[in-house]
């Protein structure tokens, strides 16, 4: 009986993990035509983990999303370096949702930007520069990553989704690391660990 429960127990917070996630995520984007390029709910600056999931080429960039191509042109991008593999996207989130297009992990991903020399391969968790949409009339920052915090598929892995439990939606990316070099939980509707910028965002 107390295995029952306590499964009823998951699954219900699992539930209401996802629906609050996916509920603040639709009140934003109904309020604000953010791209997912900028968009990104810890202080602009800061430090955040993603895993990539996709990996964009440059033709479907220039064409098919060429309001996020001009955002990062208005940011400072240059045109030659927006090439294969410069922008991917990358889920901050896992796993599973009541279907898998409302899923937390698809309706909060976050496309990056990847500078050049930085070889981010499927799998890969990045660290990311969080950015910010436009404000008093500049072009807004884009999520570039930084580095490479582990490869996928690194035998000795050093990070996993938190809490580990595969019932749970919802679940965020955790480093053994974090705690030593400074990374705080931010907690609220969303969840995730992060490492704050040290002083007054001015960018």
Request: with cysteine; charged share 20%; glycine share 8%.
């Amino acid at each position: 009986m107390n295995r029952i429960f306590m499964r009823i127990v998951s699954v219900n917070f699992s539930f209401l993990s996802m629906f609050m996630v996916l509920f603040s995520s639709l009140l934003m984007s109904g309020c604000s035509s953010t791209l997912k390029i900028h968009s990104d709910f810890i202080p602009a600056g800061s430090l955040r983990l993603a895993q990539v999931v996709a990996i964009g080429k440059r033709a479907d960039i220039v064409t098919q999303f060429k309001e996020t191509y001009d955002a990062m042109i208005a940011s400072g991008i240059k045109d030659s370096d927006i090439v294969d593999g410069s922008v991917v996207v990358a889920r901050i989130y896992c796993c599973g949702g009541i279907t898998a297009k409302s899923s937390t992990e698809r309706v909060n991903d976050l496309w990056l930007y990847v500078p050049q020399g930085l070889d981010v391969a499927l799998g890969d968790i990045v660290e990311v520069k969080s950015g910010r949409s436009p404000k008093d009339g500049d072009a807004g920052v884009s999520n570039t990553v930084t580095r490479i915090a582990e490869k996928h598929g690194t035998a000795d892995s050093k990070c996993w989704w938190d809490p580990k439990n595969d019932r749970l939606w919802a679940r965020i990316l955790y480093c053994s690391w974090m705690p030593d070099e400074g990374w705080v939980k931010y907690e609220g509707f969303y969840q995730t660990w992060y490492k704050p910028v040290p002083g007054p965002d001015n960018r």
